[in-house]
């Protein structure tokens, strides 16, 4: 316990610390509003007496949006820093919140949501580009931090949802300006620190050094890239299974009540949460390989067992399977991130935009699959692409280089 308790003192001991909880904080308010958009849905389609392939279309919008562009704004920052980043994407956000809450045209919902997800894909790669920086020797335990900000934004946005705008109409959805106004506060460290690391490394460090070596060949990079590729794939099947369809597995199987689905998707939600905090660190002292092997291929057991076993089994393979999985991507990031260490920006966007690009095109597709053979069939199905990461035994050894 006071190793624990040593170690603890330690982290939070760092410098940079208190920039650390600052993105994480701007991680989870940016979330949270980016959670809205989807929340709104039906209240929106009432409003506007939009049919489902409008709902599409606009989410089709938003997701190019929040994805696509990030390897883009990634790149654009990479080559030309900006200390007002963060700043500057959320003032996008707050944008496409007044024009979502009071536009009642179709176009107009359009380039709402466009300009949200144009704030997430400004947000995402350069805050995981300022962690990077700020974590200095500990970076997986700061991208461990920065994320489970997000994770626990997105999950309590639709709950303010329902309180705030539901009850009332679509207007509401102005107040969360509110949250936007706390994400700039919140940002305003960051932006102070980040602006002083700049200015510090103008004046230490000389162009050739900036341009640092990359630790593998050309060859090899790109290899281990597509490596990654494949194992995002297995990850985000997976986890697009569970939080898009649990509910209805659970309700189809089980004949538990909608509320006490929800009881256990919390439970899974927590599990995601808590990995994502482990995983970081771990990969810290023993290597970002060994995390992604064992996260990966280590879910196997808990979801090939999960659609053979009773309800209380099942909630708790659920929770071991999101724990054990969600630790893969700090480290699947920082991975990346290492491979080349001058492209932060948009390495971090591309594999954000990507792992949002395969949840979304796997939930679509998982959709479809249930309605065809039935929502057990999806579990079943799906138990199987964790094995997938049995590829990360081809990925190069980084800690050893």
């Known amino acids: 316990m006071s190793t624990l308790v040593s170690k603890i003192r330690r982290l939070t001991a760092m410098p940079t610390f208190s920039v650390l909880l600052a993105l994480s904080a701007s991680h989870c308010l940016n979330d949270l509003l980016q959670s809205v958009i989807t929340a ?12 489902f ?174 490596i990654i590729v494949v194992l995002i794939f297995s990850k985000y099947i997976y986890m697009a299974s569970l939080s898009s369809y649990y509910t209805f597995y659970l309700i189809d199987k089980f004949g538990v009540s909608v509320s006490a689905s929800q009881i256990f998707l919390f439970i899974f939600v927590v599990s995601t949460a808590a990995g994502t905090l482990v995983g970081g660190p771990v990969g810290d002292r023993y290597g970002r390989k060994l995390v992604i092997w064992v996260s990966i291929l280590g879910t196997a057991p808990f979801s090939l067992l999960m659609p053979h076993v009773g309800l209380a089994m099942t909630a708790v393979l659920s929770f071991c399977a999101g724990f054990t999985l969600s630790s893969a991507f700090p480290a699947i990031l920082l991975y990346a991130q290492e491979l080349l260490p001058t492209k932060l920006g948009m390495i971090s966007g591309l594999f954000f935009g990507f792992a949002f690009g395969v949840g979304g095109i796997a939930s679509a597709i998982l959709g479809d699959f249930a309605d065809i053979y039935g929502i057990e069939a999806v579990y079943r199905f799906c138990a199987y692409t964790p094995l997938l990461g049995i590829v990360a035994v081809f990925l190069p050894d980084l800690k050893k280089r």
């Not at 039906?42 to 939009?50: E, H, I, T, V």
């Not at 706390?182 to 103008?202: G, S």
Request: net charge positive.
């Open 40 to 51: 709104v849905y039906p209240m929106l389609k009432a409003d506007l007496s939009l049919n």
């Open 53 to 226: 392939a409008q709902i599409g279309l606009i989410t089709l919008i938003y997701q190019l949006a929040a994805s696509i562009f990030q390897p883009v704004v990634g790149y654009a920052f990479d080559r030309r820093p900006f200390a007002y980043s963060l700043p500057a994407g959320m003032c996008c956000t707050s944008i496409g919140i007044i024009l979502f809450s009071y536009c009642n045209t179709l176009p107009g919902i359009l380039l709402a949501v466009f300009m949200v997800g144009i704030g997430s894909a400004t947000l995402h790669p350069e805050a995981s580009r300022i962690t990077s920086l700020a974590g200095r020797e500990r970076r997986g335990f700061a991208q461990s931090v920065f994320q489970v900000g997000g994770n626990f934004g997105g999950s309590i946005g639709p709950l303010l949802v329902a309180v705030i705008v539901s009850p009332r109409d679509r207007h509401y959805v102005m107040w969360f300006l509110v949250i936007a106004a706390l994400c700039f506060a919140a940002m305003h460290p960051i932006c102070r620190w980040y602006k002083n690391y700049l200015r510090e490394l103008k004046a230490t460090v000389s162009k050739e050094e900036r341009h640092a070596s990359l630790p593998l060949s050309k060859g090899m990079t790109v290899f281990a890239i597509c």
